[in-house]
């Protein structure tokens, strides 16, 4: 039992008995029943059900008028917070534990002052030492309930992180924040508009005492292939023969460190970075005039995906809100059965030598 010795006559809480029931259930279901049998032999019908004891008749009615007092939850097993004789596998520090898509509806401010409500994915994690069993989830849900009536920014995130660490008593800790961002936009000549979303995610991560903000957006355009546009142009000059160069719909992830000291960098700032690299950004409402205009601009802005990573760069490392910043883009090919990719990263904050394995197949835009 782990070294615990419980001396004759002393006084034990609910919760301390529950617990060294737990461990002793956890000790007989590996002992022999005779081991079980020479320890007391009372214990043995309390411990292992092997017939012996006829099985109580329980009520098979819930009870809406049950009440669930202190007293009572005092008296509620709680295995995830038990002593570390309870830990399964090797005792390691775990540097992430937590709940992932969690969803509730949170308001978000505009860089025009308006206030969003917004259906917000959230990703919350915190470091669990490897002499503790586990955390308790629940926590982390109702940290960000108590907050969600705020506008959220990362000063808001920041206190649900505090309150989180404090209740999980943990020291490193990451919240996550996903939500699909509208923004009207107008078409290319017709006049007509309408809203593009844009998937956006707030990061804060806290690592050995460090903080970092972090932003992640989805940017997505067409690319025109370069050397399909010259083969076609060289067919039509020399040979008269009509040919089309291959687009595709493409998609960078964009992420950025915030500045310590910068001025806030709204979404739509990004959003406004992004079009200035690659101007070929995807189209909602369109008519003859517009889809003609998309064809002049992609061919106006050919480029590889090599090209893309590197005028994406441009523009972030110029911005002085931002520090260090990763560009993952994939040109989904018309031409070829596969996808052609590139990552760019400045800064140690994205720099890894391993890439997730599937970390392309998520730039994926769903129409």
Not at 177 to 199: A, C, N
Not at 213 to 227: L, R
Not at 275 to 299: C, G, I, S
Request: net charge negative.
């Amino acid at each position: 039992m782990d070294g615990q010795i419980v001396e004759s006559g002393e006084d034990l809480s609910r919760r301390e008995a529950y617990e060294l029931l737990a461990q002793l259930r956890a000790w007989a279901e590996s002992a022999a029943p005779a081991d079980v049998e020479a320890l007391d032999p009372a214990l043995h019908s309390v411990l292992l059900d092997d017939g012996a004891k006829p099985y109580p008749k329980l009520a098979n009615e819930y009870r809406d008028d049950f009440v669930a007092d202190p007293e009572y939850r005092a008296t509620l097993p709680d295995l995830q917070n038990g002593p570390t004789s309870l830990i399964s596998g090797a005792r390691r520090l775990i540097q992430h534990v937590g709940i992932s898509n969690f969803r509730l509806p949170l308001r978000v401010k505009t860089r025009d002052g308006d206030v969003l409500t917004l259906e917000t994915s959230v990703t919350g994690t915190v470091s669990l030492e490897a002499e503790k069993k586990g955390i308790n989830m629940s926590r982390i849900m109702r940290t960000f309930y108590r907050r969600a009536e705020e506008t959220f920014s990362f000063a808001v995130i920041e206190a649900a992180l505090d309150d989180y660490k404090s209740d999980l008593d943990s020291f490193d800790a990451r919240i996550q924040m996903r939500f699909s961002f509208p923004v009207k936009v107008e078409s290319l000549r017709s006049g007509l508009s309408g809203y593009q979303y844009y998937d956006f995610a707030l990061e804060l991560v806290e690592a050995e005492g460090t903080r970092r903000k972090i932003i992640h957006m989805d940017y997505v355009y067409s690319s025109t292939c370069p050397c399909s546009l010259e083969l076609s142009e060289h067919a039509r000059r020399t040979r008269g023969q009509l040919a089309t160069p291959h687009s595709q719909r493409s998609v960078a992830r964009i992420s950025v460190e915030l500045s310590e000291d910068g001025d806030t960098l709204w979404f739509e700032d990004l959003i406004a970075l992004c079009r200035r690299a690659v101007p070929t950004e995807t189209q909602v409402m369109v008519k003859r005039e517009d889809e003609q205009a998309f064809a002049e601009l992609n061919a106006a802005n050919p480029i590889f995906v090599e090209d893309a990573a590197r005028l994406f760069a441009e523009q972030l490392q110029a911005d002085p809100r931002i520090g260090d910043f990763r560009v993952a883009a994939s040109h989904q090919e018309s031409l070829h059965s596969h996808d052609a990719v590139s990552i760019l990263v400045d800064g140690e904050t994205f720099r890894q030598d391993s890439i997730d394995p599937r970390a392309f197949a998520s730039l994926f835009h769903v129409g």
